[in-house]
């Protein structure tokens, strides 16, 4: 992608792969995921910025020594490449390697592919989903405060599974910057819904 390309939105898409999601449940992720990138009100969505389009990124993260990068930065603001993204995504094989929940790791991957986007982006957004905290020796605040201090807004879609702390901790732990927000999915069977909802909020960037 030559630097000249401007977008109105860089989004990377950083889904939670860990050993507490089978395989069942992360094809229900990536289905979720393309689903999401269909969704006709998407397009519209993107139409209505400046620019017209937007860079998009899938990784795959689990541990603090396992992230994936699963479809590289592409700039997207037609159907076809919204499908060709799509079917990308549904086709993703499971990356991941035995251990913890490697957050802080996943956000702080998700930064350095932010750094190095070869576009001009109007706003950075990290779309972090998972369905747990970081027990893999990291410190979440910490990363998204160094997300945040480099003009990077973090989202969260924490997968609840009957959670009693997760949102809490999505909320004080993992969101920051300008417009940030949190859209839970009560399991992984909502799990499409929510990022359904998710990409049409970061997309248009709604703030309410």
Known sequence: ?????????????????????DEGDFRMQMDGIAAALRNPPLLDAIAAGNFRRIAVTLLQWSS???????????????RAELEAFAQETEKAKREWLPGGTGLAAAITFSIA????????ASRRVID???DGEDNDGGDAG?????????GITI?????????????????????????????????????KEAMTGKLLREVGDFTV
């Open 1 to 21: 992608m030559p630097s000249a390309v401007a977008v109105d939105l860089a989004l990377v898409l950083a889904v939670d792969c860990s050993s507490s999601v």
């Open 64 to 78: 603090w020594q396992s992230q994936e990068v699963t479809v590289e930065w592409r700039v997207v603001g037609e």
């Open 113 to 120: 592919l932010l750094e190095t986007l070869p576009v001009l």
């Open 128 to 130: 972090v989903s998972g």
């Open 142 to 150: 910490l990363a998204r405060d160094a997300a945040v201090a480099r």
């Open 155 to 191: 989202n969260g879609l924490p997968i609840l599974s009957g959670s009693s702390i997760l949102m809490s901790y999505y909320r004080t732990q993992v969101i920051g910057g300008p417009g940030a927000f949190l859209m839970p999915a009560a399991n992984m069977q909502s799990f």
